[in-house]
Nanobody, 129 residues
Framework: QVQLVESGGGLVQAGSSLRLSCVSSGGTFSKLSMGWFRQAPGKEREFVAGQRWIGSNVYSTDYADSVKGRFTVSRSIADSTLYLEMNSLKPEDTAIYYC???????????????????WGQGTQVTVSA
């Protein structure tokens, strides 16, 4: 059983930065498939970024086109924490952000929310114009 707790959301101005944290417990964190998703009002939950374990200490990370070049995922094994560094934030980034995990090893990073078993409670990110 994996438990995830997100934090770091808030209200910021366009162009600023935030770093979201996802603290994991249970499971083997270094081997988990991890993802970040977001859901804006009236919209479906959408993939933001994901990371899978390849082997040893090597990971593969994918990003949605809408955030590519602005957001960065990092994994701290020592802290059992997945981070999402969000730069150059735009009003359209406003959403509840969710951390997700799955214990299944996959050949590719999954962009589908249905492929992730465990979810955090979400943290609100609001970007003003």
């Amino acid at each position: 059983q994996v438990q995830l707790v997100e934090s770091g959301g808030g209200l910021v101005q366009a162009g600023s930065s935030l770093r979201l944290s996802c603290v994991s417990s249970g499971g083997t964190f270094s081997k988990l498939s991890m993802g970040w998703f977001r859901q804006a009002p009236g919209k479906e939950r959408e993939f933001v970024a994901g990371q899978r374990w390849i082997g040893s200490n090597v990971y593969s990370t994918d990003y949605a086109d809408s955030v590519k070049g602005r957001f960065t995922v990092s994994r701290s094994i020592a802290d059992s924490t997945l981070y999402l560094e969000m730069n150059s934030l735009k009003p359209e980034d406003t959403a509840i952000y969710y951390c997700a995990a799955d214990e299944r090893r996959r050949p590719q990073v999954s962009t589908l929310s249905s492929d992730y078993t465990y979810w955090g409670q979400g943290t609100q990110v609001t970007v003003s114009a």
